[in-house]
């Protein structure tokens, strides 16, 4: 149906999305991707679907473990959360194993109430989950997780943190030379359009100009493509307060504290910070609400952070300012674009669902392009309510870790604090409380009270997430 697919956009969205759809030989790609442009170069911290990625790939390098000595990357168990619910709290996002024994487990935990014996969802987490209970044995080397770990390592639970630049360069180096994929490294000049505002061909700056039968837009927060084709935007900004990200990578100076098998998310006072523990360095950032605060005093308040916490010496810190704007494409494919990565969706990076979800798109996009029969509208029908139904799940959750707060310290934490949750998560949240034994433990009742029939999110991220915030199951009381 779509001979010739052109992407424009190499950064790590326009890599994978030539990666996958690529694996189809029936189609041939055209990627622009100019080096003149830098990529974004942040997105280091992934969830356990990157496997699926992975195999939808079918690249030889990426199922063995020399992608990840290429890229420096280390092994991500969770998620941990600290000053989120009070300052000096903290809660765990354990990634749950494949063979669903942490599912089996947590479930007869919560069922019989023995989180009353514990009463703190770290440690609840730590006793109750293959992750958590890992964790507390100290980090596990890459060469280690590839050798002694091999059911986890080859798709079955765990992610990475991955040096981003490095990634997306690696894909570029093995798909490029696929026989149906063409490179191009060009700045698009212009864009033609025709009577129904659909995109006609692209001129480059080479003055080359390029036609396609499907245009995918990865040029990030450029969005070219999607804003010429006025692809609707719908900002989330009244529900997802931050807007801007101070970024830079440090080297270790207190390895054994600061290398972990975890992505740790530190709230502060308009914001949180994010440490992410590669192979030689460490990528961190303060995630904050200008609105809240200006750039000149999250710096101070980052500096301050990253000395107190860690002794960094202020002197050696550069910080990097990233601007960013959250919101969705609620029709991720319009008129003949598809927006992929951060042109279609950026919800702030706290659950590291950006490549996450990119590839979930573009892996969905391959599947509709192989079905045969099918009219072109109830494809980009199907896509795109899919779409928007993953989209959503990621907002209601990534929102709550902010709503479920007790802290009213600084105006951000307040604000969140009075934000009113969404009608299906008081659902489901009162569901859990009082219950938990016939209900919140199937599965087909959490998808009725969520109100959605997909998602990223399942039961068992909502119970650490509640546990977390002192949301307690009425038998599980102390
Ligand atoms: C602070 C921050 C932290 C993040 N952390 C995470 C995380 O931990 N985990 C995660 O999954 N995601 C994270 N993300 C998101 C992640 O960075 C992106 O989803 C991911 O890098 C994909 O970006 P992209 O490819 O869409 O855009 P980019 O990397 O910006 O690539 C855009 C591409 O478009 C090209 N381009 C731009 N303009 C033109 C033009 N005129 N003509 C031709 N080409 C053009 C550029 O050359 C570049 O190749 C984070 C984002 C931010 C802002």
Not at 18 to 32: C, E, K, M, Q, W
Request: glycine residues 6%.
């Amino acid at each position: 149906m779509h001979k010739h697919i052109i992407i424009v956009g190499g950064g790590t969205a326009g890599w994978s999305t030539a990666a996958i759809l690529s694996t189809n030989t029936d189609i041939t790609i055209t990627i622009l991707d100019p080096s003149n442009i830098p990529i974004i170069g942040v997105g280091e911290s992934t969830l356990p679907h990157l496997h699926l990625a992975h195999r939808a790939m079918k690249l030889p390098i990426l199922q063995t473990n020399e992608w990840a000595n290429s890229v420096d990357a280390t092994i991500k168990l969770g998620i941990g959360f600290e000053n989120f619910y009070t300052k000096n709290s903290r809660w765990l996002h354990p990634f749950l194993d494949a063979a669903d024994i942490d599912r089996i487990t947590l479930a007869k935990a919560i069922r019989y109430g023995y989180y009353k014996n514990i009463d703190n969802q770290w440690d609840f987490a730590s006793k109750y989950t293959w992750a958590g209970s890992r964790l507390k044995n100290g980090f596990i080397e890459r060469t280690d997780w590839f050798t002694n770990y091999k059911t986890a390592a080859n798709g079955g639970g765990g992610a990475f943190h991955i040096n981003a630049v490095k990634y997306s360069a690696l894909l570029k180096t093995t798909v490029k030379d696929r026989p149906n994929v063409r490179l191009i490294d060009s700045v698009v000049s212009n864009i033609k359009q025709n009577d129904l505002g659909e995109i006609e061909s692209i001129v480059l700056d080479n003055g080359q100009q390029v036609t396609a039968d499907l245009y995918i837009d990865c040029t990030g927060f450029a969005s070219i493509l999607s804003n010429a084709v006025e692809s609707p935007w719908t900002s989330v900004s009244d529900r997802l307060f931050v807007d801007q990200a101070l970024v830079v990578q440090l080297p270790y100076i207190k390895e054994q504290l600061q290398k972990t098998n975890l992505t740790t998310c530190t709230g502060l006072s308009s914001g949180w910070v994010f440490n992410i523990p590669l192979d030689t360095r460490i990528g961190t950032g303060y995630i904050h609400a200008s609105r809240y605060i200006d750039s000149d005093n999250a710096k101070l308040e980052f500096k301050d952070y990253l000395t107190n916490r860690w002794g960094y010496n202020l002197e050696d810190i550069d910080l990097r300012l990233i601007k960013f704007r959250t919101g969705f494409r609620p029709n991720l494919w319009h008129k003949n674009v598809v927006s992929i990565g951060l042109s279609g969706f950026f919800c702030e990076p706290i659950e590291s669902t950006a490549i996450a979800i990119a590839n979930y798109a573009v892996m969905l996009l391959n599947e509709y392009m192989q079905a045969k029969n099918i009219p072109l509208q109830t494809f980009k029908d199907k896509f795109n309510l899919e779409m928007k139904e993953q989209h959503n799940d990621i907002l209601d959750f990534v929102t709550a870790h902010y709503q479920l707060t007790a802290r009213d310290d600084s105006a951000f934490w307040k604000d969140y604090k009075n934000l009113p949750l969404p009608n299906n998560i008081t659902n489901l949240m009162n569901e859990f409380v009082n219950q938990h034994r016939e209900s919140t433990l199937d599965d087909n009742k959490f998808h009725s009270l969520i109100g959605r029939k997909v998602g990223m999110f399942h039961l068992w991220s909502y119970t650490a997430l509640f546990l977390g915030n002192k949301i307690i199951p009425q038998n599980c009381k102390a």
